[in-house]
């Protein structure tokens, strides 16, 4: 797969066609998941494609303010409840959300609001839970797209685009060098193409509500992803968060370089002066 065209290409749709997908591109989804690489790879996984009535059962208990998102088929990926279990799902589910996207589908990320029902309704056998969930199907297609710029609960401002939804920060935004605050020449940046390119990935990662609460530092070799707690996201998302974010920077910079890198959850060993309501979630060595 293309990942730098498919990330560009991919937008979050809530409003879904009643069109059925052919059972090989569902087989094509079950199967490009077993294949997936994980960011913790001793961490067991499945992945369930609901349809129809097993949707439903759904209602009141995952969505957005208790909203289902009305999309004909959901990825269930259950996950055992080891050490970073949700950060790993979110990884796997950008990825098959990238794959969703590849075969002409739709797909929007649905937030689980109640994980002990969820797991009851669907009948989740114990020793797994649900750790991500993505609607996706045929969308209906808009010339205009509406994209939510929020700062906090009571600032939020709706702006009428055409085309793909730009990101809300860009490249020279997001990265910073050796340490807090201080901005990487661009200059700098532009002399690594698959880097840059990998950077600017990472700035179109969907997050919970499009807040984009993460940064990159750069420090020689060392990359580390800085996040925010920033009072919206709750803990569940924000750890799929990281997971989405880490896959499009890994699979857009892996297309690019002839060695292979993982990523080490948690924070480096060097002081990165991060403010109060942020932490270092991973880093790697490139």
Not at 123 to 143: C, D, R, V, W
Not at 213 to 233: E, F, H, S, W
Request: negative net charge; aromatic residues 10%; glycine residues 6%.
């Amino acid at each position: 797969m293309n990942y730098y065209d498919l990330i560009e290409r991919r937008m979050s749709i809530r409003e879904f066609r009643e069109k059925a997908v052919p059972a090989h591109i569902l087989e094509e989804i079950q199967t490009h998941y077993v294949g997936c690489s994980g960011l913790i790879p001793d961490i067991g996984t499945s992945l369930k494609i609901l349809e129809g009535e097993a949707i439903s059962r759904l209602e009141g208990i995952a969505g957005y303010q208790k909203l289902l998102i009305p999309a004909p088929y959901y990825l269930v990926l259950l996950s055992e409840p080891k050490e970073y279990y949700v950060e790993n799902a979110g990884y796997i589910g950008e990825e098959l959300d990238l794959k969703i996207t590849s075969l002409g589908l739709d797909s929007c990320w649905v937030t689980v609001l109640d994980k002990e029902a969820a797991k009851a309704a669907l009948q989740i056998p114990s020793g797994m839970e649900i750790a991500a969930l993505i609607g996706f199907g045929y969308g209906k297609q808009e010339k205009k797209l509406l994209r939510l710029d929020i700062k906090t609960q009571s600032d939020v401002n709706a702006n009428v685009r055409e085309g793909h939804v730009a990101p809300k920060i860009n490249v020279s935004e997001l990265v910073y060098k050796e340490t807090w605050g201080c901005k990487f020449p661009v200059e700098e940046l532009m002399n690594n193409d698959f880097l840059i390119r990998a950077l600017y990935a990472t700035s179109l990662a969907p997050s919970f509500l499009n807040l984009q609460p993460y940064r990159l530092i750069l420090n020689g070799n060392q990359i580390t992803l800085a996040v925010n707690k920033d009072g919206m996201t709750n803990a569940n998302d924000e750890k799929l968060n990281i997971g989405i974010a880490l896959l499009h920077f890994t699979q857009v910079f892996l297309q690019g370089i002839s060695w292979n890198f993982h990523w080490v959850m948690g924070s480096p060993d060097q002081e990165l002066n991060l403010p109060e309501d942020w932490y270092a979630a991973a880093h790697c060595q490139v």
